[in-house]
């Protein structure tokens, strides 16, 4: 079995807990600096550490067994963190179904739809 966790930068690491657990993500160890979170086997290090070049070119994908019903999971986070509205998925170029999503430190999300990897 292979795992594979990147670590993701938060500006403000409470919010940015809340965020991820608000999209299905749950906190396994955490402590000041640091939240492992896991996603149905995916998983993330949230660090409070924050380089704001760093986060704008951070990028990462997710694929989810349902995209239309994970995506639901994207509404009110405009309102309740004020992160950029979401695209919804739709197919890409390259041949796969992607949703795009962006978390309070700036890291874009493409959420992905495994049928059409």
């Not at 000041?32 to 979170?37: E, K, Q, W, Y």
């Not at 086997?41 to 994970?70: I, K, P």
């Amino acid at each position: 079995m292979a795992l594979i966790r990147p670590f993701v930068p938060a500006r403000n690491f409470e919010q940015s807990k809340a965020f991820y657990e608000a999209i299905g993500f749950t906190i396994g160890y955490h402590d000041d600096s640091i939240a492992i979170f896991d996603f149905d086997g995916a998983g993330l290090l949230l660090q409070n550490y924050y380089v704001e070049d760093w986060a704008g070119n951070s990028m990462h994908q997710l694929f989810v067994s349902d995209l239309d019903a994970w995506w639901r999971r994207t509404e009110g986070l405009v309102e309740r963190f004020g992160v950029r509205e979401p695209k919804p998925p739709e197919m890409q170029a390259w041949g796969i179904r992607v949703g795009f999503l962006v978390d309070p430190a700036g890291v874009l999300w493409h959420v992905c739809d495994p049928g059409d990897a």
